[in-house]
């Protein structure tokens, strides 16, 4: 099978692509690489979007990804995937043209969640890309007040940045602590008392109802009636993926492209399509650690599983099964987290304390240690990160210090390597 892959399309020219394409050449596939991308823009990081690209500290080329000659890719950018032929084995481009293949990998990520999109009103933004963040950039250095919806990750370090640029910042919630879906609320409530410290408002627990203005966003409707003035508003509620080229294609969908537990794309009918594999916030796939399916918004795991989707193709079937991995920057705080959070874990504080916001704090679920969020200690998240892959009992000992790298990769726990 392997025999006659000479073609592989990539769709999707972000990071979980581009890993694909190197990981198949660094095996030694000499065949055809096209990567195929909807932006103009060349592959990216969108890590510092939110972050240095938002104060200005990093300019776009500075976040350009690294691609290499030795990768011989055929690099087809601003063009979009419409549909998927299977039968055919071609993919659709927007303007009709076609593109066969032999392997495809799927790596359309994923897109903003904006309820009010059709209203196109300006001073309401989204974050993804960076156009996205050049034009938040320049509504930031006009605007007096800013309201964030949603205090995921982006909306948070969105909020950090412009307070620290002296805005007056809202951020609105509907849970009862930021980031409470990824980190629960004992570590939720540490990151509200982070925000609350640097002077941004937080409504939590209250429920946006629409956008207040005409001409210009002037303010964020919460569903009491209530509106909380806005020259600028973030929507920050979320990514879905981005998968809506493969309606009817006969590839399963299920809040993502349905995996099996090597990456290889199922059929509605849950079969394994032949040379067909997903990668990065557009995959949902069975965790065998975990016990579950899951799609992952995280950095590392869109690079490490383009790679591993690059290797089913290629005829190496082992399951893809990392610990997940992410940080994010707020104000003068890293926080990242390693594992999975349920709602039901129990959190328990295992090295520092909330109080100082230097702190572990271990998540277990059923006796095993599963997560560990990590805020203001980031030489101790590689040794949490062994221990959840490894399974160890919950509550854990502090585990001792790892002495080589592990997953995450050392290069990003440095502030700034993203
Ligand atoms: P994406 O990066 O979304 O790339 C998908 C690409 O596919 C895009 O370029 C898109 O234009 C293209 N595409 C989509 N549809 C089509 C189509 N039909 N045809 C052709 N091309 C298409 N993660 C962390 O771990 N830590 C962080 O601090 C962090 N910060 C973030 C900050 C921001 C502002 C954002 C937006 C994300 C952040 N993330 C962070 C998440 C991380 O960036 C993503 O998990 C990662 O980019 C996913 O990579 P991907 O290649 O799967 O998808």
């Not at 073609?7 to 030694?28: E, H, Q, T």
């Not at 370090?157 to 620290?164: D, K, L, W």
């Not at 003035?229 to 299920?254: C, E, F, K, R, Y």
């Not at 650690?289 to 989707?309: I, M, P, S, T, Y």
Request: hydrophobic content about 45%; glycine content about 12%; proline content about 6%.
């Amino acid at each position: 099978m392997t025999a006659a892959l000479r073609r592989v399309l990539i769709v999707g020219a972000s990071i979980a692509g581009l890993s694909a394409a190197r990981a198949l050449r660094r095996a030694g596939y000499d065949g055809e690489v096209i990567l195929l991308g909807a932006e103009s823009e060349p592959p990216y990081k969108r890590p510092p979007l939110s972050k240095d690209v938002l104060t200005g500290a990093a300019g776009p080329g500075s976040v350009q990804l690294r691609r290499g000659d030795d990768l011989d890719l055929d690099l087809r950018l601003g063009q979009r995937a419409t549909g998927l032929d299977l039968a055919a084995r071609e993919v659709a481009l927007a303007g009709g043209a076609r593109v066969g293949f032999d392997g495809l990998v799927i790596a359309t990520g994923a897109a903003p969640v904006h309820p009010w999109r059709d209203r196109r009103l300006p001073g309401v933004h989204t974050l993804r890309t960076l156009a996205d963040a050049l034009a938040l950039r320049a509504g930031l250095a006009d605007a007096r007040r800013l309201v964030v919806i949603g205090a995921g990750f982006v909306g948070a370090e969105v909020a950090s940045v412009a307070r620290q640029q002296g805005l007056d910042v809202t951020m609105v919630e509907l849970l009862r602590s930021p980031h409470a879906t990824a980190l629960g609320h004992k570590v939720g409530a540490a990151a509200a008392a982070l925000h609350r410290d640097h002077g941004t408002h937080l409504r939590l627990g209250a429920r946006v109802g629409g956008l207040a203005g005409t001409s210009r966003v002037t303010g964020v409707v919460l569903d009491t009636g209530e509106v909380i003035p806005a020259d600028l508003v973030l929507v920050g509620i979320g990514a879905a993926p981005a998968t809506g080229w493969l309606d009817d294609s006969g590839v399963a969908l299920a809040s993502g492209v349905v995996c099996d537990s090597a990456c290889a794309v199922r059929d509605t009918d849950g079969a394994v399509i032949d040379r067909v594999v997903a990668a990065g916030d557009a995959a949902r796939w069975y965790h065998p650690l975990f016990g579950a399916d899951l799609r992952v918004e995280h950095w590392d795991n869109a690079a490490a599983q383009g790679k591993a989707a690059a290797l089913r193709l290629l005829g190496e079937t082992r399951p893809y099964a990392p610990v997940p991995y992410f940080w994010t920057d707020q104000y003068d705080s890293k926080l990242q987290f390693a594992g999975l959070a349920h709602p039901g874990n129990e959190v328990t504080i295992t090295e520092g304390s909330l109080a100082t916001r230097s702190f572990v704090a271990a998540y277990g679920r059923g006796g095993v240690t599963v997560g560990a969020a990590v805020m203001n200690m980031p030489h101790r998240m590689a040794a949490y990160h062994r221990l959840i892959g490894a399974g160890a009992a919950f509550p854990p000992e502090p585990p001792p210090p790892a002495t080589a790298p592990v997953a995450p990769k050392a290069s990003v726990l440095r502030k700034g390597s993203s």
